[in-house]
């Protein structure tokens, strides 16, 4: 119950190397905010150092108003789930959950009872007795998880927790964590490289790359105004497609030309690069394989060619490529397409692809920055 | 058609020479087995031989007895066991305790000189450890712990540069991941906690290991010993006392006492040795694969 | 020179190869040269700048301190009592208190002493009691020595602390100057079992390294300058004193009296030394990996035992088996005897008297003692090769000689390498082997004027043993002999890490 937060935190390695620059954000009380990016961006450097089994190499941490730099782990009043659970081989999992009460010296029936609670909530009271190793891995992440969550702390961080379970048990308990949350009703901060957990799990999600903060916010902020180029591609599965073009202005309106197309700026998109005073120029051209349909041929239809039919059940992956070899993935509901048309999907198809006005993206091809941010 | 006629004369051909081959490797391990025991079992023969005390051209004893062995308990021989004895227990906890601290410390704790003190320490390995001999003993002698004594002398000896050998208990360290050290400093365990509580209890064959060695080491040792007693019967080890019996002047009289005092050394530390011979093996192939 | 890509590379044939790489290695050496000077120019001008650089800020740190950091220069711990860190502060001081009083009382006096190990020797003095002359002993050269070296020791460590109580100080200033509060004696204290746990840890282990392993090597080092010897005991035959590089030009000299010189000598048991090292590492290490994988191969039966009986060698502490075995194989010994009384040979084979079957000798009963520990360490390497590389190549068509080649070996001279570098060097300083095999025997008449008896099968280690204990005991050579065994030993070392894949590409085999 806590809120935390970070100024100018730096993190250097043997004096030249630095993992993180000046992270900058303030984590309200109560909020779930998630750190999302590729492996070596950061994310779990900087959640270390909020955990204090980093030093911070400059700036401040504050953990419900007090700097906290200098303060062990221990004296943060923090409860942290480690991606390998990090349970204690040679203990049982009540020992494993009671270990930190113990440290506290509390009383053996307040351990008991705050143990068997927890292990009520998270479904473990069975395997209280059990060692570690007699345990699957999604019951070790529970006993882990029950470790941090008889702390009672003022802030809970969770360091990759499902990255080590199988794709089904992952979803299983990312609905239990969001279920845990509403019970503990404390502060989250939630370290993945999987931007489905982001986007599911955060109230606010943090895109790094390469040491920085390339966006903070709201999932559907980021997904529907990425504030450039890497969080676009990131955020979303399949990834958004990207294709240098041409954006050419004439009079209010906006127009781009991808291979040969010519497709209106509609809606909000239009209005706001008018309103930024955009000009004709070159850009990369953003839009996600969702807002593309097929079409028929015609001035605003893109021909290409079929790769690879990918059928994923609800719904196609078309890979396709454009005359000058561009690859484009196009999403199709299945629903959309009747059996005849489904079975002429073969590779080599020619097929014409067109997509609204209103879903592009537009991003600097220098800088790759939102145009409209 | 050919091939169905082949395929099953093939498999058997393939049986039949992995049975030859593992036939003549029975053979030969038989052979290495008989090579590697044969001068213990002389040993063990020879020390009943009561006929003669010198060196025969045959092994099985005419004369069977326990005759050495009454000569060995009425020689110096009780003197220097008990004197090892007292110095491998010793030893085997104080190097313990010493080797796990160090070895904790460098495996756990990244400190500024952690690096420059382990290469300085594998630099000093190169020095042949015999040339500090010379000024130990002389200086043991000042303090009076050598000769008679020296058996304090040597245990401060043993002890005090035990914890040169580190390697291989930071190697088995380094195999505990860190963040079970991590999720207790989260938990609230200080680091003491940590070592007592969480690492020591997961440490059993490398804490075994290292007993096992520490104990073992003093009975084998010989040239340190010999410097430090100096000719002092009192002060000797079961090594350098034994190792008289074998020069020219002692030889014809005492060969069939050095079987019989052979036996008694050996007999319980292979005992203890086969007993715990899995963390031995652990430690061995642990320590030399980590380097 | 051209430089190849990597897929020009590839096209070439095993020869050009090698051409190749040759020719690069040769092209590269100017390159090498000129980052190596450059590194050492590097690390002077750090060095300087360094240096430079910790006295300015000494010199700041008094300036702009506040008056409590500026008394802290002369009275240690000062400014940590005046804070209110009293434990800090007693402890400083005490360590001062200690360090003054040593130095007056005998610190001084030693350091003193040092340049010239003493100048009044035993000599004859009239004692009026008597009336007569008896002996009166003088300075102890040897104590001089051993002192100095303390003292000096002694003296660095009281600068360390002395810069550290600078150090604290400065922060101990800056922390109160931002607001924050110091650490209190109880918190000193707990930070001592907590994050500065180490250094409870590592003070004992360490204290005993340096007393009892650093010290002793210092003074040995210092004992090659001197001409310490039975004669020059430095206190009661004579005083010894310092005589410069002098033992290691009569080392490394190959004029020596009567056509005999000590770099002859010294050249050739270095010879024998790196031979046996050699013999006795590798023999050791291929016939244990042997053992290992047929006690391994599938269908052998009763491996525990097989490895059993080879680790129970073991336990069995070597004096004994070294010295029954030696005996075994004496002139008058259970062998010849044996064959004798049979009547195979009429004259007993002299095991110990040839100088070649003696070297041989010693190799093979190395063996039979080694080859259970490589056993045991090949085993557990074995079993961890991940399978499938083996299935994989049966289904590419290796054969089992293949298999080994491509696979286990590397796999295993990989995870060994630096094991192999330890045993090399343990094997140059093995001296239970040959002192109890041989005792350095048979006698090499054309080396033996040195110093002692010196023998065909006498690695350095026993050379070295030998002139401490023999009724010259030059303590001085082994001091020089020491030095150049420790040069030899870091030339290799340096040579294999630069070598070695397992330090160069860590992750090949992970």
Redesign the interface.
Same mark, same amino acid.
Do not use: V
């Given at each position: 119950m806590a809120s935390v937060v970070l100024k100018g935190v730096k993190k250097i390695y043997g004096g030249n190397v630095v993992a993180v620059h000046d992270f900058d954000l303030e984590i309200k009380d109560k909020e779930f905010v998630v750190f999302v990016g590729p492996s070596g961006c950061g994310k779990s450097t900087t959640l270390r150092m909020i955990?204090?089994?980093e030093d911070i190499s400059d700036g401040t941490v504050e953990i419900d108003g007090e700097v906290v730099n200098d303060l +062990? &782990?221990?004296d943060r009043n923090? =409860?942290?789930v480690? +991606?390998?659970y =990090?349970?204690? &081989?040679?203990m049982t999992v009540y020992d494993n959950i009671a270990?930190?009460l113990r440290? +506290?010296k509390m009383p053996e029936d307040v351990i008991y009872d705050k143990v068997t609670n927890a292990a009520e909530i998270l479904g473990i009271t069975d395997y209280l007795t059990r060692k570690p190793r007699a345990l699957s891995g999604g019951q070790r992440q529970r006993v882990a998880i029950g470790?941090a969550m008889v702390?009672d702390s003022k802030v809970f961080l969770m360091d990759e927790p499902l990255s080590n379970l199988d794709a089904k048990l992952r979803n299983q308990m990312r609905a239990e964590i969001i279920l845990l949350r509403q019970k503990l009703n404390t502060t989250f901060i939630y370290v993945t490289h999987d931007q489905t957990e982001a986007m599911t799990l955060g109230d606010r999600i943090v895109i790094m790359k390469d040491g920085y903060i390339k966006q903070v916010g709201t999932p559907t902020e980021v997904f529907e105004m990425p504030d450039n180029l890497f969080v676009a591609e990131f955020i979303g599965a399949p990834k958004m497609n990207i294709m240098k073009t041409g954006l050419v202005r004439e009079g209010d309106k906006y127009y781009v030309t991808p291979f040969g197309a010519r497709i209106e700026v509609t809606g909000e998109k239009g209005a706001r690069l008018a309103e930024k005073g955009v000009g004709s120029r070159e850009i990369l051209l953003g839009v996600r394989p969702e807002h593309i349909v097929l079409g028929k041929e015609g001035e605003n239809s893109i021909p290409c060619v079929l790769e690879v039919n990918e059928m994923m059940g609800s719904e196609l992956h078309l890979h396709v490529y454009t005359e000058d070899g561009t690859r484009l993935i196009v999403r199709v509901p299945t629903v959309d397409l009747d059996e005849g048309d489904r079975r002429d999907l073969v590779q080599g198809k020619k097929l014409f692809i067109t997509f609204a006005g209103k879903v592009m993206h537009f991003f600097d091809p220098v800088s790759e920055e939102n145009l409209l941010v | 058609m050919n091939n169905t006629v082949k395929s099953p004369k093939r498999h058997m051909g393939l049986a039949r020479s992995r049975a030859i081959s593992n036939t003549v490797i029975h053979i030969v391990l038989v052979i290495i087995s008989i090579i590697w025991l044969i001068p213990f079992v002389f040993i063990l023969l020879q020390s009943f031989r009561c006929e003669s005390a010198y060196q025969v051209g045959y092994v099985v004893p005419q004369q069977w007895g326990f005759d050495n062995y009454v000569s060995l308990w009425n020689s110096n021989f009780p003197k220097w066991y008990l004197n090892t004895f007292i110095i491998a227990l010793v030893n085997a906890v104080a190097q313990t305790v010493i080797v796990l601290c160090m070895s904790y410390a460098l495996s756990r704790f990244r400190f500024k000189l952690r690096k420059a003190l382990m290469r300085f320490m594998l630099v000093l390995g190169f020095f042949p450890g015999m040339l500090t001999m010379i000024i130990l003993y002389r200086v043991l002698k000042d303090i009076g712990l050598t000769q008679a004594h020296a058996v304090p002398g040597l245990i401060l000896v043993y002890i005090a540069s035990s914890g040169m050998g580190y390697y291989v208990s930071k190697g088995f360290f380094d195999t505990l991941p860190k963040s079970l050290d991590e999720a207790a400093r989260v938990d609230g365990a200080t680091r003491f906690q940590i070592l007592r509580k969480i690492i020591l209890p997961l440490s059993k064959p490398i804490v075994i290991y290292t007993i096992l060695t520490a104990f073992m080491a003093p009975w084998g040792d010989f040239v340190f010993a010999r410097y430090i007693s100096f000719e002092n019967s009192a002060g000797m080890n079961v090594a350098v006392g034994m190792y008289n019996w074998l020069n020219l002047d002692q030889i014809t009289t005492k060969y069939t006492m050095f079987c019989a005092g052979g036996v008694i050394v050996a007999v319980p530390v292979t005992i203890l040795f086969l007993c715990l011979q899995k963390y031995y093996v652990e430690g061995v192939t642990g320590g030399a694969v980590k380097g | 020179m051209k430089k190849y890509s990597d897929l020009e590379y590839l096209k070439l044939t095993k020869w050009q190869k090698f051409l190749y790489k040759l020719k690069m290695f040769f092209v590269g050496i100017p390159r090498a040269i000129k980052n190596g000077v450059f590194a050492i120019g590097r690390f002077f001008k750090n060095l300087i700048f360094g240096i430079g650089g910790f006295f300015k800020n000494l010199c700041l740190t008094f300036v702009r301190g506040d008056w409590k950091t500026k008394v802290s220069y002369v009275i240690m711990g000062f400014g940590n009592l005046m804070r209110g860190q009293i434990l800090r502060g007693i402890m400083f001081l005490a360590f001062e208190g200690v360090f003054i009083f040593y130095m007056i009382t005998t610190g001084g006096y030693w350091l003193s002493k040092l340049p010239t190990l003493g100048t009044v020797g035993p000599h004859e003095e009239y004692n009026a009691v008597l009336d007569a002359y008896t002996m009166a002993y003088g300075d102890n050269s040897f104590k001089i020595l051993l002192y100095g070296v303390l003292t000096i020791f002694f003296i660095i460590a009281f600068a360390y602390t002395w810069y550290a109580n600078i150090k604290q100080n400065k922060t101990a200033e800056e922390i109160l100057k931002s607001g924050k509060k110091l650490k209190s004696g109880k918190q000193d204290l707990h930070s001592m079992v907590d994050d500065q746990f180490h250094k409870t840890l590592l003070a004992l282990p360490m204290t005993g390294i340096l007393v009892f392993t650093v010290l002793p090597i210092v003074f040995m080092i210092l004992v090659a300058f001197t001409n310490y010897d039975g004669a020059h005991d430095g206190y009661n035959n004579s005083l010894f004193q310092w005589v410069g590089l002098d033992n290691f030009k009569t080392m490394l000299s190959w004029s020596g009296t009567g056509g005999h010189s000590y770099a002859a000598t010294f050249g050739e048991i270095l010879t024998w030394t790196l031979i046996w090292a050699f013999f006795a590492t590798f023999t050791n290490y291929f016939l244990g990996m042997f053992v290992a994988m047929m006690i391994n191969k599938k269908g052998i039966r009763v491996k525990k035992l097989w490895r059993t009986i080879l680790v129970m060698t073991i336990a069995i502490p070597q004096f004994i088996s070294l010295l029954y075995v030696s005996k075994m194989f004496a002139k008058n010994g259970l062998i010849n005897l044996f064959l004798l009384n049979a009547k195979w040979i009429n004259q007993a084979i002299p095991f110990w008297e040839d100088p070649t079957l003696a070297r041989v000798m010693v190799i093979v009963i190395n063996i039979w003692i080694g080859i259970p520990y490589l056993m045991l360490i090949a085993t557990g390497i074995l079993m961890n090769i991940p399978q499938d590389l083996y299935e994989s190549s049966r289904i590419d068509g290796a054969n089992a000689w293949q298999q080994y080649r491509k696979i286990t070996l590397p796999y295993m001279l990989f995870v060994t390498g630096p094991y192999l570098l330890t045993q090399f060097i343990g094997n140059m300083n093995n001296f239970n082997v040959i002192y109890l095999l041989t005792g350095g025997a048979p006698t090499n008449a054309s080396a033996s004027w040195a110093s002692g008896s010196v023998g065909h099968t006498d690695l350095l280690i026993t050379w070295l043993f030998k002139i401490t204990t023999g009724a010259e005991s030059k303590y001085y050579l082994a001091s020089v002999i020491g030095i150049l065994v420790f040069a030899v030993v870091a030339v290799i070392a340096l040579i294999v890490y630069n070598v070695l894949p397992s330090i160069k590409n860590e992750e090949d085999f992970q």
């Open positions: 955990a204090g089994l +062990q &782990p221990k923090i =409860a942290m480690f +991606q390998n =990090a349970l204690y &081989p040679h270990f930190s440290l +506290q470790r702390r | - | -």
